[in-house]
């Protein structure tokens, strides 16, 4: 069955992670996507680890791509990129801002040549504003957009995110953006310049503490497992393992209490609503530990889903990837590499009842595309 954005054609100029994760999820939902290399391939082709040369993860985020090598400084590949941006409907790049300027392919150019083509581009920090022409990486907006001071336990320094979160949601805000102007073009005939960049992205995820800061005009402090607005809510030991509970709803905290033996701490007036809970959690996050140590993880999870309380498990990779659920909504897929054989990778995240996405091709070897996408071209014209 054909994917919703089949009748689309991407042209993916990035590298690393940012840019070809949006480019990845245009891919999965039809779009046709041919990723534009340089002679030496995507940095990311480098990153271990590796399954008979191949980098892992770059075959996870630039599945169902075609790739085709240019060398954008020779006039030739110009031109035959030029041929295939007459053609495109998007075209994704991640370069530093100016940098596509100066190989001749700005926006206005651009939509000068193809009214209608898209333009999409993640910077470090974005086309404008006095921090523009710095490169950025994940690890620069983590600490920048002040994620990181407020990750990690209270007393100790800032901790980084273990995944690449800044690179991540600034490919998925972008592939919004794009949808969006596609929407627009509907209306206009015309595309536009999307934008976005990882000091954003990082940014925009800053709901609670954003709404602390604004509110109170205070720095909002590292809290280590709390939450900023609910009570308890956070990860609890048990007696063989770790396991989570969101019990702040007065329902779910009155549930949780009676479980645990302590039904007394719903009368407190220290825990009387949300927000003295919330004022008082580390008090009531100690009495409720302690019960949970006499029973390993099993016996309370399977309690607390009698009950309806919401819980669970803290797991690994390797739990994760076997876990029931995570197989029956299809998260882990199968794909056969020419080099690698059989591969693994995550599935589609968002699923269509109508035009389902899919998996369709393994990520492809540097350049395995070039002559079939020129060749495709110059039947075209």
Request: aromatic fraction near 8%; proline fraction near 7%; glycine fraction near 8%.
């Amino acid at each position: 069955m054909a994917g919703a954005l089949d009748h689309l054609l991407v042209l993916d100029l990035t590298s690393h992670l940012s840019g070809p994760y949006c480019a990845m999820l245009l891919a999965d939902h039809g779009a046709e996507v041919i990723k534009i290399e340089p002679p030496k391939g995507d940095s990311a082709r480098g990153m271990p680890p590796f399954i008979n040369g191949e980098s892992a993860p770059f075959m996870t985020w630039n599945r169902n791509k075609r790739s085709v090598v240019m060398d954008l400084k020779q006039a030739a590949d110009k031109e035959a990129l030029l041929g295939l941006i007459d053609r495109a409907d998007i075209l994704v790049e991640n370069f530093r801002p100016g940098v596509l300027d100066r190989l001749g392919f700005g926006w206005p150019a651009l939509h000068q040549r193809n009214k209608r083509l898209i333009l999409a581009s993640i910077s470090g920090f974005g086309q404008t504003g006095p921090y523009s022409s710095r490169g950025g990486f994940d690890l620069v907006t983590q600490a920048m957009s002040g994620l990181m001071s407020t990750n990690g336990p209270a007393d100790g320094p800032p901790h980084r995110l273990p995944i690449a979160i800044s690179d991540v949601t600034a490919g998925m805000f972008l592939a919004f953006g794009v949808l969006a102007a596609v929407e627009a073009r509907h209306r206009t005939g015309e595309g536009q310049h999307v934008e976005t960049s990882l000091l954003e992205a990082a940014t925009s995820l800053a709901v609670y503490e954003s709404a602390h800061y604004f509110a109170t005009g205070t720095r909002p402090e590292r809290i280590g497992q709390a939450h900023r607005g609910s009570s308890p809510y956070q990860c609890f030991q048990t007696a063989d393992g770790y396991i989570t509970v969101g019990a702040s709803q007065q329902k779910f905290f009155a549930q949780f209490c009676e479980l645990v033996g302590t039904p007394e701490l719903v009368a407190d007036p220290r825990f009387a609503s949300i927000a003295e809970r919330v004022k008082n959690n580390d008090v009531l996050v100690a009495l409720l530990a302690q019960p949970l140590l006499t029973q390993p993880s099993a016996y309370w999870l399977a309690a607390m889903e009698t009950i309806g309380l919401p819980a669970g498990p803290v797991l690994y990779y390797d739990e994760v990837f076997t876990d029931p659920q995570i197989l029956a909504r299809e998260m882990v897929v199968e794909t056969n590499h020419p080099v690698t054989g059989p591969f693994h990778t995550l599935g589609v995240t968002v699923k269509l009842s109508a035009t389902p996405g899919s998996i369709r091709r393994a990520a492809p070897r540097l350049g395995e595309h070039t002559h079939e996408v020129l060749n495709e071209r110059k039947a075209a014209e």
